[in-house]
Nanobody, 125 residues
Framework: QVDLVESGGGSVQTGESLRLSCVAS??????MAWFRQAPGKPREGIAA????????PYANSLKGRFTISRNLDKNTVDLQMNDLEPGDTGIYYC????????????????????WGQGAQVTVSS
């Protein structure tokens, strides 16, 4: 059983920043990713990261504002979000593939089997 716990969500104004953090209950040598789901919209992938830091962006439109990072020693994956917009409002989820599977798959592959409970991010204008 692997638990993923997100933190750092909250309510901010347009243009502000937030940093989300996801901590895993155990060391994971795998691909970790951030997803989000806006109200009334399907879940979308933001970016994924391999154990050694190679990043796979899933949403090219977010590349300039959102940055994923990872600390293997702390079992954490962070998402730095800058210049936030109301359209970024939603629930943000941390996800991971199985241990040892460090190739970052497509977002709809079903290979992300570990999920956090989600962190609410609300951006107001």
């Amino acid at each position: 059983q692997v638990d993923l716990v997100e933190s750092g969500g909250g309510s901010v104004q347009t243009g502000e920043s937030l940093r989300l953090s996801c901590v895993a209950s155990t060391y994971l040598n795998n691909c970790m990713a951030w997803f989000r789901q806006a109200p009334g919209k399907p879940r979308e992938g933001i970016a994924a990261i391999k154990p050694l830091g190679d990043v796979t962006p899933y949403a090219n439109s977010l590349k300039g504002r959102f940055t994923i990072s990872r600390n293997l020693d702390k079992n954490t994956v962070d998402l730095q979000m800058n210049d936030l917009e109301p359209g970024d409002t939603g629930i943000y989820y941390c996800a991971g593939t199985r241990e040892g599977y460090w190739v970052c798959p497509s977002t709809n592959s079903g290979d992300f089997i570990h999920w956090g409970q989600g962190a609410q991010v609300t951006v107001s204008s």
